[in-house]
């Protein structure tokens, strides 16, 4: 039987800090090093960008611009006007509007009455229109939506382009996976069908090339006449989200992986279905799914692809590239904007508040956002500046801790301060940022389970990076949950002595003690194991005074110890991560334990005929087992007891054995016994038939 003990306690094992650069065991002094994008991110950052460098310098200053209450919570896409003004298009629930953005304010402008307005384009002539979630794509005039046409065979329009005479719209439609191209009039004629059910994506180069991305097999085709064209690639990704056209003829694409399992979608609103009620792809940032897997992939003239930027915590949704060929992409889930150049060096530009970037584009030559879920307009107000912050996220020491002296590398005027606390999220029980430290200088803030490290960058040409916080924790007490022992030859876990059947496990003298251990700090541990027979007050050891056993688990050899039961106790000592005077202990006993090593004996055995009699014992006992095997055979065959349980330690057999002879010659037959006793010792003893 396993010998098990166990232990209630409260909380589970902290987590250990999820920065530190030193191992897995803590052990005096650790650190948290920024250096790196990743290790950089997540907290904030007001007009300063954070590359793959792992380097902070000048980024995007937005501002801030509520829509109107009645807007709706989502935005889907944005289109800049001659005037300056910009025009987003709402997605549910309480959307299908379009809001316009001017002088600083924002008002409803249009309502389609659909439930969300999915794409706007502008043609020459200053004509607004907005491509929706149905067949319709309406016209805004003076602040009206007016029907401009209906696409037959189309459930729902993802994306406009307007073609190179600025007259004439492209729209990519589903769920027949249909390019339309539509004439002033409305009037509309397929110009391709692709092999996938939903285009969600469009964009037209300076020769009129058009490209169409699609939504289920990830493909990107470039089409250059009614029903001709060609694919350009085929993404691992299953949705072409976004594309645009860049300079010289590059063309740049965002691709998502979409995650596993269905989307969710709000109470307030739903996703728009297909008539085989499938989610229909496109900007519905309404629907909340798990993040998936973003990438940016650009294409040259010649249509060669190079894959510029991925994610793999979340997808992309919106996509602009400037007139040098600088990419910007937002993002569906955090609400970041990031460029990379031609060396695939990735900054971060700006983190908004908001859940997604629904949109980036420039009008008057200023750059824009529109964040969704809240919507809100940004607008880029400059780069850099006395006001950029970067603010990293709360960095957590696993415990309680004391934070040392802070260095860090840095460019131009650049001020570090810090802030303490012990909740993930700051609030009000955390400490004051703390007045401007100096390089290579304590850190002021009091301790606490969580760090934030601020840098303000005092002019534009400023840099941070390299940060490093060294801490040293509270140290807490290792708790030894559970002590288990069992034979090292036994199956775990041991099973009881079967009475008949599979063969029973071979006895080993070495005992296998293992145990649990919650290690809230994760100090580096060592153990003691001692043993002492019930009755008896000493305690020995099991291991060697000198021995550092930090392994949970010890063999266990009990074959010079007395026949009897015995306690195990297990301490658990933090020496080896801390001073004498800190360290602490934790000792927990096993349950009684057995120790034998001893087989049982035959009183007697005799063969009366085909009568067998016998009486065995044990020093301990209980006798566990007794079988019968004629004539050397493997077969082993169980015996019952006179009083039919195996439960003491003297057990008699009275028992007829024709049966298993039946079928032999008649001559005499060998006829061994053999038993167990509970420890899975045995002897085998043999008499003759007469």
Known sequence: MRHVARRSIGPAVLAAAVLASSDAKAVGTRTFELDTLDKLSGGDTQGVSVGSDGVVRAGWTLGNLAFPENAGATATSAVALADGSVLVGTGPSAGGKVVRIANGQSIVWADTKESAVNALAVDRAGNVYAATTSSRIYRISQGKAELFATLPGVESVFALAVDKSGTALFAATGSEGTVLRIEPSGVSSVYFKTSDPFVVSLAITDDGTVYAGTSGKGLLYRITAPGRATVVYDFPGEDVHAIAAGPSGSVYAIVDEEPSGSPTETPESSRAHTTSGRFAPGPTPAVRTRPGKGSLWRFDAQGRPERLMHHDEFHYLSLAVDAHGTPYVGTGAEGRIYTVDDTHAVSLLAHANERQIAAIGSSNKTWFAIGSDPSTFHQLLSIGGADSVWTSKPLDAGVRARFGHATWRSAGAVEVSTRTGDTQTPDTTWSPWSAPIAQGGAIPSPPGRFVQIRGRLRDSGATLTDLIVPFVTENLRAIITEVGARERTAREPR????????????????????????????????????????????????????????????????????????????????????????????????????????????????????????????????????????????????????????????????TDLTPLLVGLDSGPHIVAVRAFDAAGNSVVREVQTP
Not at 553 to 577: C, F, I
Not at 600 to 617: C, D, I, M, N
């Open 495 to 654: 099973e009881p002595m079967p009475s008949s059947g599979s063969e029973p496990p071979k006895h080993d003298s070495v005992v296998h003690v293992t145990w649990k251990v919650d290690n809230p700090d994760n100090d580096e541990l060592r153990f003691r194991v001692q043993f002492r027979q019930e009755g008896q007050p000493r305690w020995l050891d099991a291991t060697r005074r000198d021995d550092v056993l930090t392994k949970p688990e010890l063999d266990w050899d009990t074959a010079t110890l007395p026949e009897g039961k015995y306690r195990l106790r297990v301490d658990a000592s933090d020496e080896l991560a801390n001073p004498p005077s800190e360290s602490l202990h934790f000792a927990l006993e096993s349950p009684p334990l057995l120790v034998d090593n001893t087989p049982p004996f035959f009183k007697s055995l005799s063969l009366q005929g085909r009568r067998l009699r016998a009486e065995v014992a044990d020093g301990l006992g209980p006798i566990a087992r007794v079988d019968v095997a004629i004539d050397g055979r493997a077969e082993w065959r169980p015996l019952a007891p006179l009083d039919g349980i195996f439960d003491t330690a003297d057990e008699s057999i009275d």
